[in-house]
């Protein structure tokens, strides 16, 4: 009895070790980023170390080795829960983001800023303002709401155009309007209507949720089997308080052609005030920009019918929430084109070349756009450029030193509808086979011009595609996906061509919407369109 009494002790601290182990190994597995082979060999080595912890305490009369195997089993033990912990951090953070499936329209009613109204219930009365097509079924989705806080269906009047619409509350004719939030700043481009949010005041705003439509992922040949996993993703950057689930403009428009086998990633920016067809708009030309109101389908369909491609994926990033991650980061080293201070923002000075930048410089330099002569198609630029500089980052062995605030900062940052499973089988590949990337970056150009886009109700500041430079991503963007490879020098070829076409493009920015300022001077009406 006394024999197997020395041996209890010993037991329990073994099996203890091993219990955190197994425990360890099981998370390993169902995170699914973690090669088999590699975690074959982690289990070896971890079964080695609890043999050899029994070894040491097996016999609890032999109090040294005892109390050796006690400590090593101590220190084991507290390993294996904190690598537990850091799975299950990975694990949260990328099922947090990934798969999303859902967009959330933050409809609002609108009264009068002098109104006395302080609920829906105050208005069953009055007669609402709906526009007649623009984002009717949210609009309708809200009215619906309305009737039901206000006891009764309320009176709906209809309005062909934004401007309508407001002048309609203004002038009286309805007491309310229902209206899609994000029109408010497309709204206030407007001649006349800058001041709108001061003459309007919200009452209250209903949240409309919508399921994002799976996109029809396009099935390899056999003739295509050797051309690596290809991904197409619409990267949408958004600089929002209200969330990444909400509706809004989208103020990077980049589309991503990501070949997993040869490592190639190309980058095409288009500038937001692009002058395009909109998928849901009939055929009429609308600012790119605008199709993130309608929602990211209406984004990923309407780039896909300007580069005759099917982007199957989004992945969106809040760059007021990328400051975070870049900081948790510890930094990153972003390249520059130019040498400038911010227009934005006071006392940031940026270097040609290399600047090692914490998240507020980057998120400054991203946002730039007044101090270049290429406007919006070098913001364009920028933007891509922190996002290389946080990849290169996070695949740099440094990520380890912050590895936990990194994962808190990635919720609320990023969200994407690749589905948790795609993502783990990416990190795995990139484990299992190493390897650098070769990311590409490349802004398509286009001419400056007045013209109503679809959305709005008059004319406005817009950019005319220079197809040269649309066909120029379609090429590189097959290459990719036929693993080929693209450099930064073929993607810089045209550039001089590019600068001259800018040229043209702020002289014709110069056209305004505003009547009185056409009087003006060319350097007055200039800045007008830029602001645009």
Known sequence: ?????????????????????????????????????????????????VLIV?????????????????????????????????????????????????????????????????????????????LTDLDRENSDKAIQEVDSEAGKSVKVQEFAGLTELVDGLLNGQTGAIVLNSAYLSVIEEMDGYSDVSSRIRELTVKKVETTIEPQQTEQKSEDSADKGTVYTIFISGIDSRSGLVAKSRSDSNIVATVNTDTHQVLLVSTPRDYFVPLSISGGQKDKLTHAGIYGINVCMDTLGMLYNEDINYYFRINFAGFEQLIDALGGITVYSDYEFDSKNEVGYHFNQGENQMNGEQALIFSRERYSFQEGDRQRGKNQMAVIKGVINKALSPELLKNYSSVLSSIQGCFETNISYEEIAGILQKQLNNGGDWNIVSYSVNGTGDTQKPYSMSQKAYVMIPDESTVQKAEEMMKKVRDGETVSQEEADADASAAAATDTDTQSAAAETTDTAAQNATDTQAADSGAAQ
């Open 1 to 49: 009895m006394k024999k197997i009494g020395k041996h209890i002790p010993g037991l329990i601290v073994m099996l203890v070790v091993l219990a955190t182990a197994v425990v360890f190994v099981g998370m390993l597995l169902n995170m699914k980023v973690i090669p088999t082979k590699f975690i074959a060999v982690i289990s070896l080595v971890m079964l080695i170390l």
């Open 54 to 130: 029994g070894a040491l305490v097996w016999n609890a009369d032999k109090k040294i080795r005892f109390v050796l195997g006690v400590l090593i089993a101590a220190i084991l033990g507290a390993a294996f829960i904190l690598g537990s912990m850091y799975v299950y951090q990975t694990h949260s953070a990328l099922a947090d983001i990934s798969g999303v499936n859902t967009e959330v329209t933050e409809v609002g009613i609108y009264v009068r800023a002098d109104d006395s109204a302080d609920s829906i219930a105050a208005t069953a009365d009055y007669v609402y303002g709906v």
